[in-house]
């Protein structure tokens, strides 16, 4: 078997058109409008000046050492902004597994920033974060090795041109991270196409007679929903090539209002919403409303609650905020008030419109009517 060369074509031919499409963000549209840039892109500067100063070791084909990777997600309280809020030891577990030829699976009940967490370790790892697979019962295993342009298939035969590459080929051919969404949701068998990839580091493309040899600074991240467990369960083969980081629900209170509150500012500049101000107070509500239904008792642990059957994610509480801001820009007097949160909150917590209904006017009425300050979101969350 004559092994692809890193970087460049087979056969010294001009790059094929699957090649040429393999980042086509650069031709379809600048991101600086895009809606939602990569992380690359929008944190390009943060980037760039951790890459500047960094002059420790880094591991073959990573853009920065582990340490300034840690950093760029945890934020240096100076230029480099937090990404992630939680425990550091968690990030250095899963950036020093990156470094390792062991794989990183990145577990955790919904909204825990799974996704979040992947897109910035590739984007600082290999300056790339688009080399994803996004994991569905419907993913069959092209997506994961390679396809075929049919038209050339039929016109030159299998060829490398015909060859479209998965993107975790074309991940291992220039020696970045990739990444694989809900990987519990992929159909066992095609999990399995992962195993040779992981553990020998090729992907054999029997039809030319060749193989891709993984460039260093290949590695792969996965992402699983804790509650999908048992849907498609790893097979103990492929869970084996894996290092699993479980990331927790926000330790305090505190936290999950720093992590709303920062989310909350960047999607707001994002859309380009105008200033709402008083957006913390209604945050604080937020928080404390998820975190005491989630529990199942109020903050001091007076009360016992019943909890609906939604998660209550922070990512829920990010987007009650974003819509509460939206209304108060566009239809209310440019404040966020409590009636601006009080049908998003409602719409969260019930998901189940009979029990859920249920523990929420319970909750109303044994806990928020009753506690000071909170009489305008009573009454608004009533008549929501
Ligand atoms: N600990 C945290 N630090 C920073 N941001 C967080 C944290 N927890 C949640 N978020 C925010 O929550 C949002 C949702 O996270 P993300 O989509 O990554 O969750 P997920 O774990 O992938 O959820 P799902 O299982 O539904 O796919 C992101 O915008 C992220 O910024
Ligand atoms: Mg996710």
Redesign the pocket.
């Known amino acids: 078997m004559n092994a692809f060369q890193p970087g460049t074509e087979p056969d010294g031919a001009m790059p094929s058109a699957s090649d040429t499409q393999s980042r086509p963000r650069h031709v379809e549209e600048s991101s600086a409008t895009a809606l939602r840039p990569h992380a690359e892109d929008q944190y390009a500067e943060e980037l760039a000046l951790l890459a500047a100063a960094d002059d420790r070791p880094r591991p073959p084909g990573w853009k920065l050492s582990p340490q300034a990777v840690v950093t760029y997600l945890l934020g240096d309280g100076a230029k480099i902004t937090p ?4 425990p550091r030891r968690l990030m250095e577990v899963a950036v020093s597994t990156l470094a390792t030829d062991r794989a990183l699976l990145l577990l ?10 992947s897109e910035h370790l590739a984007a600082a790892v290999s300056g790339d974060s688009t080399l994803l697979v996004q994991g569905t019962a419907g993913t069959a295993e092209e997506a994961i090795r390679y396809g075929w342009n049919y038209a050339r298939l039929l016109a030159e035969g299998p060829t490398a041109a015909a060859l479209v590459p998965s993107p975790i080929m074309r991940a291992m051919r220039t020696g970045a991270i990739a990444r694989l969404e ?1 990987l519990t949701r992929v159909p066992s068998d095609v999990q399995d196409a992962l195993i040779t990839i992981l553990s020998e580091k090729t992907l054999p493309v029997p039809e030319l007679g060749t193989e891709v040899q993984a460039v260093r600074g290949f590695n792969l991240i996965a ?1 699983a ?1 804790d509650r999908d467990r048992g849907v498609n369960e790893l097979s103990s083969a492929l869970r084996r090539r894996f290092n699993t980081v479980v ?1 927790p629900m ?1 330790a305090s209170a505190d936290d999950e209002v720093e ?1 709303v509150a920062r ?1 909350v500012a960047q999607l707001g500049r994002a859309l380009e919403l105008p200033e709402v101000p008083a957006a913390l107070e209604e945050i604080r509500r937020v928080v404390t409303i998820f975190r005491e239904l989630r529990s199942g008792m109020t903050e001091d642990r007076r009360t016992k609650l019943k909890s609906p059957t939604g998660t209550l ?3 829920e509480a ?1 987007s009650v905020i974003t819509n509460g801001m939206a209304l108060a820009a566009h239809f209310g007097d440019g404040t966020l008030h409590p009636a601006d949160v009080a049908s998003g909150i409602a719409g969260a917590v019930i998901k189940d419109p009979v029990s859920d209904g249920v523990v929420w006017r319970e909750y109303l009425e044994t806990v928020v009517r009753e506690r000071s300050g909170w009489l305008d979101f009573y009454r608004a969350a009533r008549d929501a």
């Open positions: 990404k992630y809020v939680g955790g009940v919904p909204g825990t920033a799974k996704t979040w967490v809900e992402t929903n990331l926000p992590i989310r994610s922070t990512a990010i």
